[in-house]
């Protein structure tokens, strides 16, 4: 069993920064893939970014790639999410995503464990 708890949402105009947080709990972190997604107000959720479980491969919406980095501490046992450039399409809540084989990647039903989800609001 693995809880995910996002943290550092908030308010930020166009063109500023968030950096995201999700702390996990359990002992199968390091052989979890962890993947963000996000989900805007009458939206579906969507692919946002994805990490193995060392760290070494990552991947990217096209719509974020060059202006988000994904990263992990398996020793904090925390993934983290770099997020620069927002623009107000970025808005969204964001969700922490775990898996259990550690081979999940951009889809959302591979992944097994979700977080409660952190609110990000981009303004114009």
């Known amino acids: 069993q693995v809880q995910l708890l996002e943290s550092g949402g908030g308010l930020v105009q166009a063109g500023g920064s968030l950096s995201l947080s999700c702390a996990a709990s359990?002992?199968?972190?390091?052989?979890?893939?962890m993947g963000w997604f996000r989900q805007a107000p009458g939206m579906d959720r969507e692919f946002v970014a994805a990490?193995?479980?060392?760290?070494?491969?990552?991947t990217y919406a096209d719509s974020v790639k060059g202006r988000f980095t994904i990263s992990r501490d398996n020793a904090k046992n925390t993934v983290y999410l770099q997020m620069n450039s927002l623009e107000t399409d970025d808005t969204a809540v964001y969700y922490c995503a775990a898996d259990e084989g550690g081979t999940a990647w951009r889809t959302a039903n591979e992944y097994v464990y979700w977080g409660r989800g952190t609110q990000v609001t981009v303004s114009s």
């Open positions: 359990g002992r199968t972190f390091s052989r979890s893939a």
């Open positions: 990490i193995s479980r060392t760290g070494l491969l990552f």
